[in-house]
Every structure is written in structure tokens, then in C-alpha cells.
């Protein structure tokens, strides 16, 4: 019931964002194993702004390589297709909305800087669990509230309510997004990550952030940037789109089994982590 009515309300937006092509191509090459670095490489290249940003972006001290990378395959080779994937997504989702626009309502700015945090702690969280694919992690949790963003930009009006409401009642966002819409910016941004084909444990972190277990065989990608979501919003980096933390899901929470020891220590590395990420990453500006 709620899936149609969401899906009614979003079949009004004719102008759902779409993803420029050349970034497509990327994703659809960088998830066929049987793609060479040469292949990639070209289909970056189509486009020289965004390939001038992943070299940038791989030389950056948030990568941290010696030696400075100076060519597109040279950068393909050494991070490898996850990780120029991830970049050349998150430069374009960057330019498609930037942190400076004519919005009335929403603080993208703090939007950002949550959203940068929520990635660097979800890699953070992972890297404690002795995951091996951090970058998987650190893609979730940057683009975990991709939802509002696309509310901000399409149902600008209604968002506004949604924030005014936020403030007057003290309530979590997505629990106006509910109240006001009937639906919420996890279940936006899983919609739009499905039309862009984004990789399935994008869409479901995405789609599930708030409530993991629905997130089934994605589920610990998901509790882990439910998790960091938490901790970024408890410690105040960035703006949430309230000034709440919510209730970290029990099931996660025994999932992730992390001890409270931990849990101080995360606090201390996503200080330190944040800021080379907010210094170092081009996009971030
Ligand atoms: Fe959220
Ligand atoms: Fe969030």
C-alpha cells in the first residue's frame, strides 16, 4: 500500500534526476568483471571534467598513496574499479546537487558534512569488523540520505513543510516526512538509486538505513550505516535534518556486536578521519 502510493506520487516527478550517461557507463563497466582498466578508463575520459576530478581525487590525502597518480588508468589500476566508481558517482551526485543552491528550507551544507561523516564512519565501522570492502562502506554512508536531496529538489514545497514541522514539533525527519507525505526519504532514495542502477547493496543501505532487517541478505551493510548514522548525528557533525538520534534497530545493534569500549574509540577516529575527508576530497566544497 505504501510502496504504490509512493510510487504514485513519484511518477508525478517527470523529472526524476537522471544519471549523465557517461557516469552510467561507468557503473555498467566497473560491475562487469570481465571489463579491462583500458575500457574504463575510455569511458571516463568521454568526459574531461570528471575525469580531471577522479585524478584529483586520487591523489588526495584521504587515499593517501606516495606517488602522485598522473594518468586515468594509472588511477583505475591502483585504486581499482570499486573505488573509481565510487568517486566518479559521488563527483557527479556532488554537481547534481551542490551544497550552494537557491534552497529555502534545507541546510545542504550540514546535509553534506553529515552525509561525509556517515561515510567515513560507516568505513570506520567496517574496517572494526575486519570487512574487507571499506569502499562499499564508505560509498553507503555518503550517499545513505540521497532521498532528501531529490525531496529537496522535486517536492521543494512539501520538504519545506517537512523541515518547518521538524522544528516546531522537535520530531525525527523522517517521521514528518511520514506524518506530511506518507512516505520517507529512505524510501525516495531507494527509488531513485533503483532507476540508476546503482549497485544492490547501495540501493538496499540506502533503502533500509533506518530500519536494517527489511535490508535481508544486505542487512549488516545496512545496520552498519544505521549505526554510523547515529553516531554522527550523537556527536553533531553535520546536519541530520534534525537535531535528534534516534533509536539504534536492537537486531542491528546484536548484529555488529560492537562493546561500548569500541563505540568510544570510533568517537576519537571519525574527529580525526572527517577531517582529512572535509580537507582532502575535492567534491567536498
Ligand atoms: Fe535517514
Ligand atoms: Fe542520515
Not at 561515510?119 to 567496517?126: E, F, P, Y
Not at 514539533?169 to 525516495?188: F, M, S, T, W
Not at 546536519?239 to 536492537?250: A, F, H, L, Q
Request: charge should be positive; charged fraction near 25%.
Amino acid at each position: 500500500m505504501k510502496q504504490a502510493k509512493l510510487e504514485r506520487r513519484l511518477a508525478k516527478v517527470h523529472d526524476l534526476p537522471t544519471l549523465p550517461v557517461v557516469v552510467n557507463n561507468v557503473i555498467q563497466i566497473t560491475q562487469n568483471p570481465k571489463s579491462s582498466a583500458l575500457e574504463v578508463g575510455r569511458a571516463i575520459s568521454y568526459d574531461q571534467a570528471l575525469a580531471t576530478k577522479v585524478l584529483k581525487t586520487a591523489n588526495s590525502a584521504f587515499y593517501g598513496f606516495p606517488r602522485k597518480i598522473t594518468t586515468i588508468t594509472h588511477a583505475i589500476v591502483i585504486l581499482g574499479f570499486a573505488n573509481i566508481r565510487n568517486i566518479v558517482l559521488t563527483a557527479s551526485i556532488f554537481d547534481m546537487f551542490p551544497s550552494k543552491g537557491k534552497n529555502k528550507y534545507f541546510d545542504r551544507e550540514g546535509f553534506w558534512k553529515h552525509s561525509l561523516a556517515c561515510g567515513v564512519t560507516s568505513k570506520l565501522i567496517a574496517k572494526r569488523l575486519g570487512i574487507k570492502n571499506l569502499e562499499e562502506a564508505f560509498i553507503c554512508g555518503l550517499l545513505h540520505d540521497l532521498g532528501k536531496l531529490v525531496m529537496d529538489t522535486h517536492f521543494n514545497e512539501d520538504f519545506g513543510r517537512v523541515v518547518r514541522l521538524v522544528k516546531e514539533k522537535e520530531i525525527l525527519i523522517r517521521d514528518a516526512e511520514q506524518q506530511l507525505l506518507g512516505i520517507d526519504h529512505a524510501a525516495v532514495g531507494g527509488v531513485v538509486a533503483d532507476k540508476w542502477n546503482l549497485p544492490p547493496a547501495l540501493i538496499k543501505a540506502i533503502r533500509f538505513h533506518h530500519n536494517p532487517p527489511l535490508a535481508n541478505e544486505s542487512m549488516r551493510i545496512a545496520a552498519i550505516v544505521h549505526l554510523a548514522d547515529a553516531l554522527c548525528r550523537a556527536i553533531g557533525m553535520g546536519n541530520g535534518g534534525d537535531g535528534k538520534v534516534p533509536c539504534i534497530n536492537e537486531e542491528s545493534w546484536e548484529l555488529l556486536n560492537l562493546n561500548k569500549q569500541t563505540i568510544k574509540r570510533l568517537f576519537s577516529e571519525m574527529e580525526e578521519e572527517v577531517a582529512t575527508a572535509d580537507t582532502s576530497l575535492p567534491f567536498v566544497k
